[in-house]
């Protein structure tokens, strides 16, 4: 019986039919993978060409619109809470209007609706917003529906601004104050000069240094804190279909 072994280091039966299959299942270094080890080949003049192809997308009949409020919707709220950024918490608004079908024919969320969210602890330095996610709202009637849909400021940028404390002081000021104190010890070590009490002003002086460095590293990660006043105006972006079918129907009027 005839073994060999192939080019890629493989054992060969001797059967052609077997060989041929074994090498397809196992490529030889070309195309544009190369085999293990090797570096990718560059993509041909015919792979820069070949066009991407992509699955069709299906239309579909979103039914009647008296009942739907589509999608990118825009729903004007009033804050009825304080949102302080130090700490994660829950928060609501008002509807401020009565918010109407993609269509404009019903009213689908009463003026007055309470919408409920929440948001996470922090932002980060340089960030002027906050991000929330606003979980469902509860229209006067009792009409309960879940949104799940972030906020946004009155131009539809996503979150909203408020007022930023950087906590300056409590960031840099402990190590200012320390600085002083080390400004006051190079003083004292100027003056000690003139005597001998060099060493221990300068053991002194090297010591305030340090608790400075120390200061200043526990207090510098301090994150800014956004809070935000109750009765702001901010948006709510509906970021999904809202179907009301379920719940209303039309009744014509004679």
């Known amino acids: ?3 060999g072994s192939s080019a890629g280091g493989q ?3 001797g059967d052609p039919a077997a060989d041929q299959a074994h090498s397809a299942a196992y490529p030889s270094g070309g195309g544009l993978g190369g085999s293990a ?4 080949h560059a993509p041909t003049m015919a792979d820069r060409l070949s066009p ?7 239309a579909g009949q979103v039914g009647s619109m008296d009942m739907l409020l589509l999608q990118s919707a825009m ?5 009825n809470v304080r949102v302080d950024s130090s700490v994660p918490g829950m928060m609501s608004c008002d509807a401020t209007r009565d918010v109407y079908s993609t269509n404009g024919r019903t009213v689908l969320l009463d003026r007055g609706t309470r919408f409920t969210g929440r948001y996470e602890q922090g932002i980060v330095k340089g960030q002027g ?3 929330v996610v606003w979980e469902r709202a509860v229209t006067p009637l009792g009409v309960i529906i879940n949104l799940d849909s972030p906020g946004a400021d009155p131009l539809g940028g996503s979150g909203f601004p408020g007022k930023v404390n950087n906590h300056f002081w409590q960031r840099f000021g402990a190590a200012m104050l320390v600085s002083v104190f080390e400004d006051a010890g190079d003083y004292a070590v100027a003056k000690g000069q003139e005597g001998n009490n060099n060493y221990y002003g300068a053991n ?3 010591s305030a240094r340090d608790n400075s460095s120390i200061v200043l590293e526990n207090q510098i990660n301090i994150p800014p804190t956004l809070t935000k006043r109750h009765g702001d105006r901010i948006n709510i972006f509906v970021a999904r279909d809202l179907d009301f079918s379920g719940i209303y129907e039309l009744r014509s009027r004679h």
């Open 1 to 3: 019986e005839a073994t």
């Open 11 to 13: 054992a060969a039966s």
């Open 37 to 40: 080890g090797e570096p990718a």
């Open 52 to 58: 991407v192809r992509l699955s069709a997308a299906r």
């Open 75 to 79: 729903i004007d709220c009033a804050m």
């Open 129 to 131: 917003r906050i991000f």
């Open 204 to 206: 002194t002086t090297q």
